[in-house]
């Protein structure tokens, strides 16, 4: 399980959030990139990114069959 935390600031869009990865092991924040579907923002902050995480769970789930998506996204 990933543990994330909501960031909201000034150029983020009022319906949107970042999501900051904190460490599994401690309430502190992620310091280092810890897979493929973050970035690291400023050298500080690690956050997901939706466009990769989306295509990381569509190339996990191909066996599974066909998707359904709602929304904008």
Do not use: W
Request: aromatic share 6%; proline share 5%; charged share 25%.
């Amino acid at each position: 399980m990933r543990n994330l935390l909501m960031l909201h600031d000034e150029i983020t869009h009022p319906q949107q959030y970042q999501l900051k990865v904190i460490r599994g092991n401690t309430p502190e924040p992620e310091n280092s990139v810890v897979d493929d579907v973050c970035v690291m923002k400023d050298s500080v902050d690690v956050l997901y990114i939706a466009k990769r995480f989306k295509q990381y769970i569509e190339h996990r789930n191909t066996d599974q069959g066909e998707a359904t998506k709602m929304g904008p996204l």
